[in-house]
């Protein structure tokens, strides 16, 4: 069996599905990628078994047809050093030896047999249901949200980002019950319902391989969901369990609205947050109409930052605190100049928004209140 390919591609290729692959599995088998050929078409799969990705690549030159086992780091590592032109595999089917040429070039591999490897069996538990989207909401939803999963072992639901599949669009969510974002994108409507809790695996999988894709296709059923593109396949497996009720936990009645520079308060909160205690990251906002007077100390080592940034605020004065890293987090994630803060009282959580977002999207970020004593 032999076949031709540029080994940029087979690269590229190899380097996406590789993230699939854990850097430890308790198969030796899944150290490896599962490539087959059957026409003049070769695919490239990788497996940690709960999730199993497959790259799909034209070659030519084919002679003969069938499946092997590679070792995957090897492999990956040689194709980037190499450099960009056509290279021919020769796998003899007999002893399994793989060897990869090119005009100055002669690499060697030993391969194992393909039915060796335990491929992936999707969960069809529940009914499916199908939608397309395009690449860059899925990626938009994901960039929004994923700052904010949380990873404490004893809540795993939460350690995955929410999709509430509606039949007028896609509401993103994440939280680890110190902050929370929803995001919603009505810019596709699904036409059918349904839900799923993506671990941060598949998401993070998800933003990196199919970052170039021009559009999604989505079945899902209760346990997993097929992703497919041009040039992937995508098998992952949900989180399991109930996700809190998302909606319940957002105040609508924060009536005091802060309008502020989000550059300039985010550069404020990393300066004043150098000064934070270590253990707490307790940041303290003295917000009046015109300024925010932001504080911050560390008793234990006596040192101290403030600082102050133009603000527009509806209320007469308020004296809150939060989390700096928290805080920088929010503000770095949210786009556009201005950022929108809806708050209420010193023990209620903020609320923000960007000044301006696309047509069609609703982004909101919560966060919640840490106690401030003496300002």
Avoid: W
Avoid at 72 to 101: F, H, I, M
Avoid at 141 to 167: K, P
Avoid at 259 to 267: G, Y
Avoid at 295 to 305: G, H, R
């Amino acid at each position: 069996m032999k076949f031709n390919i540029s080994s940029k591609a087979l690269y590229n290729a190899t380097s996406a599905v590789s993230k699939v692959i854990n850097s430890k599995n308790a198969l030796a088998i899944l150290d490896n990628f599962f490539i087959k050929l059957e026409g003049n078409e070769l695919t490239i799969t990788g497996s940690d078994q709960e999730n199993a990705l497959t790259a799909r690549l034209e070659v030519s030159g084919c002679k003969g047809e069938g499946a092997f086992c590679l070792g995957a780091r090897r492999l990956v590592e040689l194709l980037k050093e190499l450099p960009d032109q056509g290279v021919e595999v020769n796998v003899n089917e007999e002893t399994l030896e793989v060897q990869l040429s090119y005009a100055s070039g002669h690499y060697s591999f030993v391969g194992l047999p393909g039915d060796q490897y335990p491929h992936f069996t999707a969960d069809t538990t529940g009914e499916a249901i199908s939608f397309s989207l395009a690449t860059s909401q899925m990626l938009e939803g994901l960039d929004n949200t994923m700052f904010a999963v949380s990873d404490d072992e004893y809540r795993q639901i939460m350690q995955g980002v929410l999709l509430d599949v509606a039949e007028d669009g896609i509401t993103f969510v994440a939280t680890d019950t110190r902050k929370l974002v929803r995001y919603i994108d009505r810019r596709t409507s699904p036409g059918v319902k349904g839900s799923c809790v993506l671990p941060q695996k598949p998401a993070t999988i998800i933003k990196n391989v199919f970052a170039k894709e021009e559009s999604l296709n989505f079945t899902m059923n209760a346990r997993n969901a097929i992703i497919q593109s041009e040039r992937f396949t995508f098998q992952c497996t949900f989180l399991n369990g109930n996700y809190p009720d998302y909606n319940r936990v957002i105040p609508t009645k924060n009536s005091l609205v802060l309008t502020v520079d989000r550059l300039s308060l985010l550069n404020a909160v990393r300066r004043v947050g150098i000064f934070v205690e270590v253990d707490g990251g307790l940041e303290k906002f003295r917000i009046t109409p015109d300024n925010i007077l932001i504080k911050s100390n560390d008793p234990n080592l006596c040192t101290s930052a403030r600082e102050q940034v133009p603000c527009s605020f509806t209320g007469s004065e308020l004296t809150i605190g939060f989390s700096a890293n928290y805080l920088m987090e929010i503000l770095t994630t949210l786009k556009g100049s201005e950022v929108i803060v809806n708050l209420g009282d010193a023990g209620r959580p903020g609320v923000f928004r960007p000044g301006e977002e696309p047509d069609n999207t609703e982004l909101v970020m919560l966060l919640m209140p840490m106690t401030v004593g003496d300002f």
